[in-house]
């Protein structure tokens, strides 16, 4: 890209310069907004940076030199300036500078042309749904998305714009405000925030031919990310709904992140079941609504039998894949509501939710003979099972039952291991 320096200082110039050969980019520089307008008519450029201090005109006066060629109405505009007079920044921005910048602050400077040029380049990818009802209207804006290589589903009325929104996911909406039909953009935005599931989360982006400050501020307080009139500037739009899609992805992708490390943090990576942290956190909650509903409880204390032989004949890669194989057994093994965790390493527990003691008993003889069947990596493997229960009308907490339950598979190991050993709860 070519980069417009206009700057009184030969030694500021040459500092602008070489920033931004250093950042990739072709860099033309001159001192006098005259000689800039002079390189605006013969050159292609895709960014000026100048000063606001120039011989002749000034800064402000060559970005409306600037804005009144068709070619340049869009091209960003940097001012460098050292002053914090509002009413000359106000000036500025109304003569259509992009942004006002530090002069003397050469290291933010450079970030925010790295930062510029990174924009530039990156490109957003994502699903768009557009809710536009004038097809005029709908065409530019459609055109405009697909340029910016976005999928977009069109609809002319929410109601078919809200269908859809349940079956598919999108990283963005765009609606206009007044809509035919029975749900107006208004009422879009309402039901969509509503929701109780993550969607309710998705950006809007409203659309009003209607310029009124307290409408605006009633879609903002209903939960719109964000605003433009119509008709809509295409390079605003471009802008900001890159913006909204780019940090909807990025926000994401930090919830994705949060969820692998709650993940990790709660669950084994061997078997895939739940860890020793996950049933310190989950089994009060199992046993406070066994008691609040009445419905009976059951826990198995689950220990494979002489596992460090394993580990010593075969190694531990065979000792893994034992441990591995028999989390993927019990997970098949339980029911909705049940909870499988590996508290130790090669002790497993369940919870079973609505079990009594003997349907637990029952379930316990058909795991251990589950096991036994196994027989990965050619391996015989066997597992002594305790077993309790809390009986329905009788407060009891985790630790209780999972000491009895652990009494119970001891009992089982007592008794020539590979069996089942329950000592119920009194």
Request: proline share 3%.
């Amino acid at each position: 890209m070519k980069i417009l320096i206009v700057d009184h200082s030969k030694v500021f110039r040459t500092v602008l310069h070489k920033m931004v050969e250093h950042l990739g980019h072709h860099p033309i520089s001159v001192e006098s907004a005259e000689q800039a307008v002079d390189v605006l008519h013969k050159e292609s450029v895709g960014l000026v940076c100048a000063a606001l201090t120039l011989p002749g005109m000034n800064g402000i006066t060559l970005c409306q030199q600037l804005r009144s060629l068709p070619q340049y109405h869009k091209t960003p505009y940097i001012l460098l300036t050292s002053t914090d007079d509002q009413r000359l920044r106000h000036d500025a921005f109304e003569a259509g500078v992009t942004e006002i910048q530090e002069r003397s602050d050469a290291k933010e400077f450079t970030e925010r042309l790295s930062r510029f040029f990174m924009d530039e380049q990156e490109e957003v990818h994502g699903k768009v749904l557009y809710i536009e009802d004038s097809q005029v209207a709908a065409h530019i804006i459609i055109k405009l998305l697909l340029q910016m290589n976005l999928h977009v589903d069109h609809f002319l009325l929410a109601e078919e714009a809200l269908a859809a929104f349940e079956k598919e996911d999108y990283d963005l909406i765009i609606s206009d405000i007044l809509l035919e039909g029975s749900i107006s953009g208004v009422g879009l935005v309402n039901r969509v925030r509503n929701l109780t599931s993550h969607k309710r989360r998705v950006p809007i982006l409203a659309l009003s031919g209607m310029d009124d400050p307290s409408r605006r501020i009633e879609l903002f307080r209903l939960g719109i990310n964000d605003y433009t009139t119509k008709p809509p500037l295409e390079e605003e739009v471009r802008a900001r709904v890159r913006n909204l899609i780019i940090n909807k992805q990025l926000l994401d992708q930090v919830e994705k992140q949060s969820q692998e490390l709650y993940e990790m943090a709660m669950k084994d990576q061997l078997t895939g079941l739940y860890n020793r942290n996950s049933l310190r956190e989950f089994a009060p909650k199992y046993f406070s609504n066994a008691e609040r509903h009445e419905y009976p409880m059951s826990l198995l204390v689950i220990d494979l039998d002489h596992f460090k032989n394993i580990n010593d004949s075969h190694g531990h890669l065979v000792g893994d894949n034992v441990l591995a194989r028999t989390g993927e057994m019990l997970f098949k093994a339980c029911r909705e509501g049940d909870l499988a965790a590996r508290v130790g390493g090669e002790e497993f527990v369940l919870l079973m939710n609505h079990c009594a003691g003997e349907d637990a008993r029952r379930r316990a003889e058909e795991i251990c003979r589950a096991i036994e069947a196994l027989r990965p990596e050619g391996v015989t493997v066997t597992a002594s099972i305790g077993v309790s229960a809390r009986p329905q009308g009788k407060s009891v907490k985790f630790e209780e039952l999972f000491k009895l339950a652990d009494h119970a598979m001891y009992e089982a190991k007592k008794r020539g291991r590979n069996r089942v050993a329950f000592i119920p709860y009194n």
